[in-house]
């Protein structure tokens, strides 16, 4: 990997999320989908995954998380090793995944809920007051008793997320959690993302660059090699390596770019308005 | 093609506790040669609407006029053999052991011969960029492959209108923009493209006109520039329009640009040597 | 959008019904479906149609729904009345048309088979209208897992009736969607007769069999990262109390059956 794409790297504090050399190949396929993947998150980051698809970025969150094992290199992730404990792991990570309605494994939401924690053994009191704060934490109260085919994706993924949040975990892996939903649930899932932001530590694997601007660093991943890991002013400035890795940038970011504005400071389109109009009103100014 | 939406209502399960009007009596034009997108909410009757333009359902009351003929009294095959409607996420619905055997499917039905079913699979694998796949099962193929051979499927029917229901959805940019350049190339060869998009940004880019429907209405129908202009609602205008529209008041010279690139080029202008 | 209650589906009301044990709803649901096939004589019956009459009205569900619940059935049903009136020699000739004959036995095991017919259907219809799924898995797990040290998988049956439920209704929606693309693409399924009708499906079955494969994969993934690893070591969300009242209703269940044996 190119020295210069190594910025991110070059963070301090105790490492929560770490990866030597991994490499992966999915039996009976032709090529490596990982091969000679390093990198650290830190407690409390939020990291962004990138790339385009077919990369490995999915890959990457199965072995974090032990569903699937490294042929070679090392996973450390809450100072455990994925492939040989399993469980402990998924005790302290959580993982949210792209399909809402497949993560969902009761007739009720309250007892999809509590899934995870039955799978802990937690015992029932404890379990009624977990879920009920869960529940609350993603906004879904009066939802208890719904039906999952009956929810919006939106509301699914919510449900999928308070189950996530009743275990409390301190490693959050979010596997493009608003592929599949329309403006208004991508708005509510983000929502609830940004609320648990510093708290916990969190990958994040998406498509929208606007969701990473205020990332700590973002890892980029393409045929299976992290080519670079980077603050995400760097995905803004750098369009050679946009374009390597298809990496599209949200309208507003792309306007503000192109008029010599920064795109990093401005999160909404009417924030670059504003900066506009401050800008125009400086030139009418200096003449 | 021309189809006419006159007064177009439907309810989804009648006289029963689950009753739902989802369209309330809509009228709209689609001309031919264009690219018209349909944008509005969760609930505004999108999908609805697409299925009534093939008759996979059909009006409560209210007219559906192809051509000026109504299209109750056209052959169901013929009809959908002349409308092509794309579901949202259509590779659910691939079934065959191959590509270009699923693609045939389609062209089989009309029972067009072998040779014309071979040259249309290939012509429409190629317009979509899927020639390499044909032998491929379907199922093993990316989102984005899938995808593309399932619109293709639908385009083996060579219709005169595609109705297409979020078909950017779940993909990555680069796909996203392959696909809208075929959606692009197939207006400018004679097909009336009809997109159901909750994706503002991609609607302001490609579409001739707009149409925006809210709880099974249309609010309202025009250009882009005189829809998107209009709606004071963030969810209903493009970050293009965004950007622009808190700056006409004090410069209205900046104008109503809705593409990316007129909307650059009226910003650079407006914020002229500083850049 | 649920595509109206069918087959018995769970209809959320409160009643003394609802309120019961799982367990104790099978076990007496069991209890008036075996002695239904004890009882031989239609005042026997007619005793446990009244004790499902009184149970009916108990459940607080809609007589209306209810009889829904019977409609699947009702072809059946007519068949073998048919069948009995037109097949059977029993007791004195009523009627002679040609080969046919009407025998009075005909009639009389005639109705007696329909009215069992019809009576389990409506006591299977009062388990799952009145008790949710996962009630219902718990409860069958409950009562099977002595079984489980002869090495009967008591706790997968219960995941699989519990997920299988879950998703009946977005495989349902699946299914719809998919018959509407292939019917876009020119499929016909309303013409032909029986054989072309089935080759018509495949289209449909194929893919809605390879999606559901898909979504158990991405289940199983899920599932997994919950920490799930069996039925060892986990808890219930959802409580199996049995109380005084649900021992007797087991009583009353119980009682009504040797009644209708014995009269």
Redesign the interface.
């Known amino acids: 990997m190119i020295d210069g794409n190594n910025e991110g790297a070059r963070r301090s504090g105790p490492s929560v999320v770490s990866c030597g050399d991994l490499a992966f190949s999915y039996p009976g396929s032709e090529g490596a989908a990982l091969t000679g993947v390093s990198f650290e998150a830190r407690a409390g980051e939020y990291v962004g995954v990138v790339g385009p698809n077919g990369g490995g970025k999915s890959t990457l969150l199965r072995l974090l998380n032990g569903l699937i094992k490294a042929d070679t290199g090392s996973v450390s992730i809450g100072g455990l090793d994925p492939a040989a404990e399993p469980f402990e792991v998924r005790k302290r990570v959580g993982m949210l995944f792209q399909n809402p309605d497949n993560g969902l494994v009761a007739p009720f939401v309250e007892d999809d809920v509590a899934f995870g924690l039955e799978n802990l053994g937690v015992g029932r009191a404890e379990m009624r007051e977990r879920v009920r704060r869960a529940i609350r934490a993603v906004g879904l109260e009066g939802y208890e008793r719904r039906e999952p085919h009956t929810l919006s994706g939106g509301e699914k993924q919510r449900v999928a997320l308070a189950g996530l949040l009743a275990l409390d975990p301190e490693i959050l892996l979010l596997d493009e959690p608003t592929s599949m939903l329309d403006a208004a649930g991508r708005r509510e899932v983000l929502e609830r993302l940004e609320e648990l932001r510093g708290t916990r530590t969190i990958l994040h694997v998406t498509h929208h660059l606007d969701e990473l601007l205020s990332a700590d660093h973002v890892l980029v991943l393409n045929a299976g090699e992290l080519v670079a890991d980077v603050f995400p002013k760097r995905l803004v400035s750098d369009a050679k390596l946009r374009r390597e890795n298809r990496l599209a940038l949200p309208t507003a970011s792309r306007l503000a770019a192109g008029l010599r504005l920064d795109p990093a400071q401005l999160r909404t389109p009417e924030e670059l308005a504003e900066a506009i109009l401050r800008r125009v009103k400086l030139g009418v100014e200096a003449r | 093609m021309r189809i006419e939406l006159e007064s177009v209502r439907h309810v ?2 009648p006289g ?1 506790p ?1 009753e ?1 009007e989802a369209l309330r009596g809509v009228s709209l034009m689609i001309e031919s040669d264009e690219v018209l997108g349909i944008v509005g ?2 609930g505004s009757g999108k999908s609805t609407l697409a ?1 009534h333009l ?1 008759l ?1 359902l059909a009006p409560a009351s209210g007219r559906i006029l192809a051509d000026g003929v109504d299209v109750q009294t056209i052959a169901r ?1 013929e009809l ?2 002349r409308v ?4 949202q996420s ?1 590779e ?4 065959a052991p191959t590509v270009e055997e699923d693609v045939a ?2 062209p089989q ?2 029972e067009l011969g072998v040779e014309e079913t071979r040259r249309r699979v290939r012509e429409t694998l190629e317009l979509l960029g899927a020639s390499h796949l044909a032998a491929r099962p379907p ?1 093993a193929l ?3 492959e899938k995808r593309r051979v399932a619109i293709a ?2 385009l083996a ?1 060579a219709p005169e209108v595609l109705v297409l229901d ?1 078909p950017t ?2 993909l ?4 996203r ?1 392959d696909l809208l350049g075929v959606l692009r190339a197939l207006r400018d060869g004679g097909t009336s493209v009809v997109m159901i998009s ?4 991609e609607v302001a880019e490609v579409a001739d006109r707009v149409c925006v429907l809210e709880k099974g209405e249309e609010r309202a129908v025009g250009t882009p520039e005189e829809v998107f202009y209009t709606f004071p609602e ?2 209903l205008t ?3 329009v ?6 006409r008041g ?2 209205p010279e900046v104008g109503r640009p809705v593409r ?1 690139e007129e ?2 080029a009226a ?2 202008e ?6 | 959008m649920t595509a109206g209650r069918s087959l018995g589906q769970f209809y959320p009301v409160a009643s003394p019904l609802h309120g019961l044990d799982a367990r104790a709803k099978i076990l007496g649901i069991a209890a008036l479906a075996v002695g239904l096939f004890l009882v031989d004589s239609m005042a026997g019956l007619l005793l446990i149609a009244a004790a499902v009459v009184l149970l009916v009205a108990a459940s607080r569900v809609p007589p209306g729904t209810f009889l829904g619940f019977l409609k699947p059935v009702a072809f059946i049903v007519a068949l073998t009345v048919l069948f009995q009136i037109f097949f059977s020699r029993e007791g004195e000739t009523l009627l002679r048309w040609g080969f046919l004959q009407v025998h009075e036995g005909g009639i009389s095991t005639g109705l007696f088979l329909a009215l069992r017919i019809l009576l389990l259907v409506s006591t299977a219809g009062l388990l799952t209208a009145t008790t949710t799924p996962i009630a219902l898995a718990d409860g069958i797990e409950n009562l099977l897992s002595p079984l489980k040290r002869l090495r009967f998988p008591a706790h997968e049956l219960a995941m699989m009736i519990t997920i299988a439920l879950r998703f009946i209704p977005t495989l349902h929606e699946e299914a719809q969607k998919i018959t509407r693309a292939q019917a876009a693409r020119g499929a016909d399924f309303s013409e032909g007769g029986p054989v072309k009708r089935a080759r018509e499906l495949l289209p449909v079955l194929i893919p809605l069999t390879i999606g559901a494969f898909q979504r158990a994969d991405e289940l199983a993934e899920a599932m997994e990262s919950r920490g799930y690893r069996g039925g060892n070591g986990r808890t219930r969300y959802r409580e199996l109390r049995f109380r005084a009242r649900d021992a007797l209703a087991l009583v009353t269940a119980a009682l009504v059956v040797v009644g209708g044996i014995l009269v």
Request: hydrophobic residues 45%; proline residues 6%; aromatic residues 8%.
């Open positions: 989804y399960a029963t689950f739902v909410g969760t299925q093939n996979l095959s959908r053999r092509g409607l794309v579901f259509p659910a619905a691939l079934f499917f389609a039905r009309l199922h990316s989102a984005g499927g639908v029917m979020e959805a779940g990555d940019p680069a796909t923009e909750h994706d503002l940004d963030a969810s493009p970050a293009t965004r950007v622009v529209r808190p700056l004090s410069h990316f909307t650059l910003l650079k407006l914020v002229g040597g500083q850049v």
